[in-house]
């Protein structure tokens, strides 16, 4: 004979009567009450409180698969369930109130929506500069376009340590190469080679290691000028053979032209690193 889902759920909640309230699924203990919360560019929906999740339970759409990891509901937009280690740093978000990281990220995306990227002539362009974490490197706009009010949201996106431990490789905004195609500025990809190699470095500096347990599992490994940041916070066994290459490449092809850029960078073998909530930063 085959039981009802409703007499289930009522011989669920009688077995555990004493340790959760049954009833709606909107009750106190309902993990349909999730909070969304953003780590590491990955969505998810956490119920902070610990509970024994009932069969059937359903994730919203947007964070479909269920995971209980330590007797906490987790719904994520991956199937790879969340570590035990992001579980406890999802939960110290969820501690900080509503996820401002999330807010600050949208208002980020909307204040670049409305920077003028109007022009007539080339000379009508500049590029303003992004934030590691939150968007591109950098913004092809008029040269009459502010970006203060994105400097201030990227301050509070740090302040919140939203993008703590982030690996950009960003070049520096005033070596773009800016042109005003059919009324708006964007980049000049005429020189397609040294672009790619500029992306192969960068791309090769955001997939360094930069986990840690201790602080001496840190070190620093310098950007080159022109094409990343200075100095970067890693693992102290970080394979760096992928960036190497690429960073020869690009002075083969002579990309940096007959004038390199003076950037004024220090010796990474200078400065102090730390590891903080395992990933090595460096001690400002």
């Not at 035990?84 to 909307?110: A, H, R, W």
């Not at 670049?112 to 002539?121: A, F, N, Q, V, W």
């Not at 009324?183 to 000049?188: A, F």
């Not at 000028?225 to 020869?248: F, H, K, Q, R, W």
Request: charged letters at 20%; a negative charge; proline letters at 4%.
């Amino acid at each position: 004979m085959h039981l009802s889902k409703t007499l289930l759920s009522l011989i669920f909640c009688a077995s555990f009567a004493l340790s959760l309230s049954c009833g709606s699924t909107t009750s106190e203990n309902s993990p349909g009450k999730c909070e969304a919360v953003e780590l590491e560019g990955v969505n998810y929906c956490v119920w902070e409180q610990k509970i024994i999740v009932e069969t059937g339970y359903e994730c919203p759409a947007e964070t479909q698969y269920f995971h209980n990891i330590d007797d906490v509901a987790v719904c994520s937009e991956s199937e790879t369930p969340p570590t035990q280690k992001e579980v406890k740093d999802l939960l110290e978000k969820l501690k900080k109130g509503p996820d401002m990281c999330l807010s600050l990220i949208s208002d980020y995306t909307e204040k670049i929506k409305t920077l003028d990227t109007s022009c007539t002539i080339d000379t009508d362009c500049k590029a303003i500069e992004g934030h590691c974490g939150l968007g591109e490197c950098y913004y092809p706009v008029n040269k009459s376009a502010d970006g203060a009010a994105l400097s201030t949201l990227a301050t509070s996106y740090e302040s919140q340590d939203c993008g703590e431990g982030a690996l950009c490789g960003c070049r520096p905004a005033n070596l773009a190469i800016l042109k005003c195609d059919q009324g708006t500025c964007v980049e000049d990809l005429t020189d397609q080679s040294c672009l790619d190699i500029a992306k192969t470095y960068q791309d090769a500096i955001a997939a360094l290691d930069n986990s840690c347990t201790m602080d001496t599992d840190c070190k620093g490994v310098a950007g080159y000028c022109g094409l990343a940041s200075c100095v970067y916070a890693v693992n102290s066994n970080a394979d760096t053979t992928t960036m190497d290459s690429a960073l020869t490449d690009y002075q083969t092809q002579n990309c940096e032209g007959d004038t390199p850029p003076l950037c004024g960078c220090q010796d990474p073998g200078s400065l102090q690193y730390e590891c903080k909530a395992n990933i090595c930063v460096e001690i400002q």
